[in-house]
């Protein structure tokens, strides 16, 4: 004979909540760590101190576009002389060497123009590095995919939940 579930009790629902408030507060040091600077939609940097960056990169070392809707996605990585990493993809000045491979959407997106290959550069705090770019098939016509290009606007828009 099957069991019927009853209703939660009040102590049980108050024990949920403190071990929800709990574990919140718990986290307080890694919240903390990831806070966001005030209209920056990327984390504060890791790293608190003044050391001067040793060596710059761009990740991934080569980006690949096919097709003409194609967006490729960049970081650029500071280490500074204390050890400490940090993202610094918003502040470092990008560039391509040929204008007509590729163009910067915005800080970490890169969109094709033309079959071709080009480098990337960037260049913080006294350091610069650089990337391979390859654009091809710019000229075949690829359909809309409804689960890489519709979903993910829906998605966004908080229209797919129901």
């Known amino acids: ?19 929800l408030i709990f574990a919140s507060q718990s986290t307080s040091v890694q919240a903390q760590r990831l806070r966001r600077p005030a209209g920056s939609s990327r984390p504060a940097n890791v790293s ?8 710059l990169s761009i990740l991934p070392p080569a980006l690949q576009l096919t097709g003409p809707r194609s967006v490729a996605h960049y970081i650029v990585l500071a ?9 610094v993809t918003d502040r470092a000045v990008a560039a391509f060497s040929t204008t007509t491979t590729a163009r910067l959407q915005s800080a970490g997106a890169v969109l094709p123009l033309q079959d071709g290959t080009g480098s990337l550069s960037a260049r913080f705090g006294g ?24 979903i993910p606007i829906l998605t966004r828009y908080g229209c797919n939940q129901g």
């Open 79 to 87: 280490r500074y002389s204390d050890g400490t990493t940090a993202d």
């Open 1 to 19: 004979m099957p069991r019927s579930l009853s209703r939660p009790s009040a102590a049980g629902v108050l024990a949920a909540i403190a071990l």
């Open 48 to 55: 608190s101190s003044n050391a001067p960056c040793t060596s």
């Open 127 to 150: 350091k610069s590095t650089s990337a391979k770019v390859t654009v091809q098939d710019m000229a075949k016509q690829t359909p809309v995919s409804f689960n890489n290009e519709v």
